[in-house]
């Protein structure tokens, strides 16, 4: 049976995937403008690459 804390999260997982999506267009536009002929996919790749370098700093420094 799921925590407390488990059952808050399931009911704002939703937010949270809307706020990820949000940090990847927010990226994407900057890379749009600042490189003109710019391959999606790398981008795309590249941004969700440093997200997770981010969250994995994140955590370390939260629960290292």
Do not use: S
Request: zero cysteines; charged letters at 40%; glycine letters at 6%.
């Amino acid at each position: 049976m799921p925590g407390i804390e488990e059952t808050e999260l399931d009911e704002y997982h939703g937010a949270i995937v809307t706020d990820a999506e949000k940090l990847v267009e927010k990226y994407r536009a900057i890379f749009d403008w600042n490189v003109p002929d710019i391959d999606q996919k790398l981008a795309d790749r590249l941004i969700l690459g440093e997200l997770r370098k981010a969250i994995d700093a994140i955590e370390k420094r939260l629960l290292g």
